[in-house]
């Protein structure tokens, strides 16, 4: 490690003293430190989560000198907190950590077993941090069984927590057999589908682990207001999950404690749920699609949507139309790469007119318009060349791979699905219901609000739609508690539900 990496300041989050002994007297930590257990932190910023433990034997009435201090371990990469913690120690306590204290890369620091780990490791995902960072700490990924391959960080895995990582390297590496772990975590890694399911196998290289308990802090601002969802959880070394596990929630100012378990296959992400519903969907029997109608995201111009969403749409002529929004003032278009774009409104009521359009400069087999066809149509060429520079510029892994082939007017979530005759189209942010509705025609859905089924004909997007309204589904969506976030419009959550057939 070089000393520009010792300035790292990655997803830092420190934990406030007093929820540091909320940790200590939920999980019995300070009896089992005073009787002789080491306590490990593998990225202790500034020592808050240690010195709690000293705070609350200094309540429990204890002199600093009758606590066993030496047992508690920290290691921070970033310099200028590793010294602030050795700082405060030496000066509040009179103790000198220098031996306990290292100020490595906790990735690359040297492997030790401690009787528990207790720590806050960095919120951020894989794709925010640093790159040259990011290549430095891919392999690790893959070493402690995070990814499958070094391509899943380059797709969806991108989005996976570094917190992650930490805490499998510091179950595996920095646990005793048998050993206890508890995290302040983001419970993207306990709730969402996708980058984090290898997460949840709760294994590393054939060492097992268990989750034990989780306090949902989710009503709670501990942390100042950061947007993460984050709670507290316990495992345990060397030993299988076996759920449903205690699950504890503020609710009207008192934890209430529910049970939590994958619904449907052991890696996902757990649901929320009574006592009395564990067998939710025992009896559920899968929708049957073809392959073609599988669940969908809508358009997602990553980034651009002021270039292809439009808030006006007049028509000129047979064939042109005129558009506008805050940012494109009257610009002619072709009618036929004109599209309605859903809205919340058009759940409330039937369509009728529009509310907005997008451009879709596709091809209906689902492929970007070549160069070629856009000398066909002057004015779509114009358009789009007119704000080259802007669409060029934008950014994602998956949207490069397709600007790179030249196609620099695509977008995200296009195929061929999004020209089938029939949609069944449900809602996502701010909704706390599964209302799932039929739309006929050329409706687009909106990617960041919206999900949607792709269907041919008519009699089987009835089926299906129907089907949509067992109100299990929606029960089960809730169990997750992310109602009212785009977490709803991610496709995986209604693939659940359905089989190809």
Not at 302 to 311: K, R, S, T, W
Not at 378 to 406: C, D, Q, V
């Amino acid at each position: 490690m070089n000393s520009k990496d010792k300035k790292l300041s990655i997803g830092n989050v420190f934990t406030p003293i007093e929820w540091g002994q909320f940790a200590i007297a939920e999980f019995d930590l300070y009896s089992k430190w005073m009787n002789g257990a080491t306590i490990f932190d593998p990225t202790m910023g500034e020592g808050n989560l240690l010195e709690a433990l000293v705070e609350f034997g200094l309540y429990e009435g204890k002199r600093i000198e009758e606590l066993p201090v030496s047992n508690l371990f920290g290691n921070e990469l970033n310099t200028k907190y590793y010294k602030q913690a050795l700082k405060k120690f030496r000066e509040k306590y009179r103790v000198n950590m220098s031996k306990n204290f290292t100020n490595e890369d906790f990735l690359l620091l040297e492997n030790k077993a401690f009787d528990f780990v207790f720590g806050n490791p960095p919120w951020q995902n894989f794709v925010d941090l640093p790159d040259e960072y990011k290549e430095k700490i891919k392999p690790y990924f893959f070493t402690y069984d995070l990814i499958k391959n070094s391509q899943d960080l380059l797709l969806g895995g991108s989005r996976i927590d570094f917190a992650a990582l930490i805490i499998q390297r510091a179950i595996k590496d920095f646990l005793k057999p048998g050993g206890e772990a508890v995290f302040f975590m983001p419970l993207s890694l306990l709730l969402n589908d996708g980058a984090n399911q290898n997460f949840r196998t709760y294994s590393i290289n054939h060492v097992n682990y268990s989750i034990e308990k989780v306090y949902d802090f989710e009503t709670l601002d501990i942390f100042g207001k950061i947007s993460t969802r984050y709670g507290l959880a316990h495992f345990k070394r060397d030993q299988k999950p076996s759920f449903p596990i205690a699950y504890l929630r503020m609710e009207n100012e008192n934890w209430v404690q529910h049970v939590a378990k994958p619904l449907f296959a052991s890696t996902d992400p757990l649901s929320i749920i009574g006592n009395n519903e564990e067998d939710l969907l025992d009896d559920f029997e899968p929708i049957a699609i073809p392959k073609e109608s599988l669940p969908r995201q809508g358009i997602n111009t990553c980034g651009a949507n002021e270039l292809f969403f439009f808030d006006t749409c007049c028509e000129l002529d047979e064939e042109t139309v005129l558009l506008s929004n805050k940012r494109v003032d009257s610009v002619p278009l072709p009618k036929e790469f004109i599209y309605p774009l859903l809205t919340a409104g058009e759940f409330e009521t039937s369509p009728n007119q529009p509310s907005k359009w997008v451009l879709i400069p596709y091809n209906k087999n689902g492929k970007p318009l070549e160069l070629s066809q856009l000398e066909e149509f002057p004015s779509l060429k114009k358009y789009l060349f007119r704000h080259k520079t802007a669409l060029k510029n934008r950014k994602g892994t998956m949207l490069s791979a397709i600007l790179n082939r030249g196609h620099w007017w695509a977008m995200l979530g296009v195929g061929e699905y999004n020209f089938f005759p029939y949609k069944i189209v449900w809602e996502a942010y701010g909704k706390t219901t599964f209302s799932p509705k039929l739309f006929e025609g050329n409706w687009q859905a909106n990617q960041s609000l919206q999900a949607f089924i792709p269907v041919r004909l008519k009699k089987e997007a009835l089926r299906i739609l129907k089907r949509l309204q067992d109100k299990r589904i929606e029960k089960y969506l809730r169990s997750l508690k992310m109602e009212g976030t785009m977490n709803w419009a991610q496709p995986g959550k209604i693939k659940k539900f359905v089989e190809i057939n």
